[in-house]
Structure formats: C-alpha cells, structure tokens
C-alpha cells in the first residue's frame, strides 16, 4: 500500500486531495499548522500530522513522524493582492517563504529517501496564474512561477534515480476558502492612482459567469501526477485553467 504526505490539508484543495487518496485505499499522511482529524473521514490509513512549511524544526519533525513516503504533494500555501507599488515588503517575504520556501524545504527533506529508493513521486501545486499577465497579484505570481521553475529543472536532475516531479496548476477556485484568506493580504485597493484601476480589475475577477476551478478538479490533477508517470510536467486544473494552458501552447 502506497503512501502519500499532502501539506496544506486544513481545507480547499489539501483536504480534497486527502479525500481523493483515501477514498482510493492510499496511506495519507494529512499535514496542517494547526492538526485537526475532524475535517477528514476516519480511517486507519490516516494520520494527521502538524507541519509548518516556514519552520525548519517542523519539517524535520513531520517528516521523520510520517516515515517512508510514495508520493510528497506540496500544497500549502496563500494568495495576496496589491498594486505591486503598494505591497508590503512584508507581504512579499511572507508569500515567498511559505509558497516558495516552504515548498523547496519541505522537498529537500523528502527527496534523500527518493534518490535512494530510485523511486517516488513529487507533485507542486502552484497556479494557473503563472500562465497568464494578471494585475495586482504580482507578488503572488511570482511565488509560484519560482515554484515552477524550480520544479522543471529538479525534474532533470532527479530522473537518472527514477524520481518524478510535476506541476499542477488549479484556475480560480471560489468554492474553496482561498479567496477569503487571500483578503486578509490585500493592500492599497483604495489609493486615489489605483482605486479606478483596481475597481475594474476587482470586478473582472469576480466575474462569475465563466469558467471555474473546483477543488476535486485539482485532487483528481494530483492523482494523476502521482500515479501516471506519462503524465506532462503541468497539469492544469479546472475548466479556466485547462483555457489559459491552451491559449500559451
């Protein structure tokens, strides 16, 4: 039976991915800041294990709880949006060190167990929005596109040890509580040079009218990263994130 560890399990697409495993017989390994069981179906197969993806101690500890692992899927992470004039340097160190950081870290602790098996499977979660000029998520975008470009040259150096490495990218999601969290980061959306600008761009975002991301959508991405080895390097996950792909091919 194959294991997975999933970061970032406490709700959105984390908790979807823990479900999508689960309910297909895998171990999973669920981490979040802050532990909770009950957001997930009891089951033998699961442990919930806390893991802060900023602190070095919590990773070291999360993944010698956790044991030999199949697949890692890194996951955790959170949005923002300001004028890029306007973000809070702040803000930007926080968004890299828990999108970008946080994410090379946490894979830097599992990778030893990989290479030495000669097998294993590395799935980012990043976003469609690496694809596509978008205004005021600058900060963000740039998180995650270092994820990618991180992710595609660690996939050459890791395939002679039979490792692979994959990106998934979701679209807007706002069934999940993403958007939400992302409001607290928000900045500078009412300064007399942006305010007319970011109106606009604001209303374009919540246009709910086309195509969207659901969080089983990206579980089901993940499944098959994890378990196809000829899948592509990037999946892209959900409706509007499957459009922008095709509009860059």
């Known amino acids: 039976m194959k294991t997975v560890l999933i970061t970032g399990c406490s709700s959105g697409f984390g908790l979807e991915i823990a479900r999508h495993f689960l309910a297909r017989d895998w171990q999973v390994v669920a ?11 009891p089951s033998e197969r699961l442990r919930v294990l806390a ?18 692992i199949d697949v890692l899927v890194n996951n955790a992470g959170f949005g923002a949006a300001a004028p890029a004039e ?11 060190e828990t999108n970008t950081i946080g994410t090379i870290a946490v894979t830097q ?3 030893p167990q990989f290479r030495r098996r000669r097998a294993g499977v590395i799935v980012n979660v990043t976003s469609s929005v690496t694809l596509k000029v978008l205004p005021l998520v600058g900060a963000y975008r740039a998180s995650k ?8 040259s660690m996939a050459v150096e890791l395939e002679p040890f039979g ?3 994959h ?9 999940t509580r993403f958007g939400d969290n ?8 009412e300064h007399e040079a942006y305010a007319e600008f970011v109106g606009k761009a604001v209303a374009r975002m919540l246009d709910a009218s086309g195509p969207i991301t659901h969080a089983q959508d990206v579980a089901e991405a993940v499944w098959r990263a994890a378990t196809d080895p000829s899948s592509p390097m990037r999946i892209p996950a959900g409706a509007d994130a499957e459009a922008w792909a095709a509009e860059t091919r």
């Open 51 to 68: 893991l802060d993806v900023t602190n070095s101690d919590s990773i070291r500890a999360a993944i010698d709880a956790a044991g030999p």
């Open 109 to 111: 602790a599992v990778l």
């Open 145 to 152: 596109a270092a994820v990618n470009a991180f992710t595609e």
């Open 86 to 96: 306007l973000t809070p340097l702040d803000t930007v160190r926080a968004l890299f």
């Open 163 to 165: 490792v692979r490495a």
């Open 31 to 41: 981490t979040m800041r802050a532990p909770r069981e009950d957001v997930l179906p």
């Open 182 to 189: 992302a409001r607290a980061h928000m900045h500078g959306f």
């Open 167 to 175: 990106l998934v990218l979701p679209g807007r999601a706002p069934d």
